[in-house]
């Protein structure tokens, strides 16, 4: 709340001051005038009460957050052709976008692209809804449907020799050229296959992916706990410089 107050001149009383040569003046002294509280513009009201976003979002991307988005996971990486990132949770309340924790996460080798096609080495920008899950371990708990399979094994080894072994223990199925309600191991493209698919949240093996974005195991499983079906999530994907405009 802005108090305003008035200001008030205070008058002294007349003082009588004693010279040295014996004679006697009187003089009036004032107080100076107390100023008035400095008020907020019309401009700056409106931004204190208007509700949070979410930092490093432009325009054209916070217009893409649907309304009804309640979730949204951010993966912010360091440059277009930069294979690692930052991940954060937020989650919208009264007041605005409220943030999580912030991740260390890999995107894919060669940074991002505005137009994935398959082998590319580029993560796909852009907001996509996350429908389903699934993963080699049993269900940690997750509130989207989960598919637990074998076939959610990934041998070898990364880009940096990392072995790959247990970084699709937990997957979150990306939107992104597949269809929503299946298991992330479907392989229906509605974009055509050269269009790339199976984009997941997955385990980070602690390098860069094909095209995916991972986060350490214990964070996906905050995820799948988190993320639930009736608040809408998506994730919200791309470098910062992309992602700001």
């Not at 440059?79 to 409220?98: I, N």
């Amino acid at each position: 709340m802005i108090h305003r107050r008035t200001a008030v001149a205070v008058l002294a009383s007349p003082l009588l001051l004693t010279g040295c040569g014996g004679g006697a003046e009187a003089s009036e002294r004032r107080t100076p005038a107390t100023r008035p509280a400095p008020t907020a513009t019309p401009t700056e009201i409106e931004a204190e009460q208007a509700p949070q976003g979410i930092p490093g979002l432009g325009p054209t991307l916070r217009a893409a957050i649907p309304e009804h988005c309640e979730q949204a996971v951010v993966a912010t990486g360091r440059g277009k052709d930069s294979p690692v990132c930052t991940v954060v949770l937020y989650e919208r309340t009264a007041s605005g976008w409220q943030a999580g924790p912030a991740w260390p996460a890999h995107n894919a080798l060669r940074g991002w692209s505005g137009h994935h096609m398959l082998g590319d080495l580029r993560s796909p920008l852009g907001v996509y809804t996350l429908s389903d899950a699934g993963g080699l371990l049993p269900d940690p708990g997750s509130k989207l449907p989960y598919h637990r399979s074998a076939g959610f094994h990934s041998p070898g080894t990364g880009f940096e020799g990392e072995p790959l072994d247990g970084c699709f223990d937990y997957v979150i199925a990306i939107d992104y050229n597949r269809e929503p309600g299946t298991s992330p191991l479907d392989w229906t493209r509605p974009l055509g296959p050269g269009r790339g698919g199976g984009v997941w949240l997955h385990v980070d093996h602690g390098g860069p992916t094909h095209g995916c974005v991972s986060v350490a195991k214990a964070a996906m499983k905050d995820l799948l706990r988190t993320l639930d079906p009736a608040r809408h999530p998506v994730v919200v994907m791309g470098y910062a410089d992309w992602l700001a405009r």
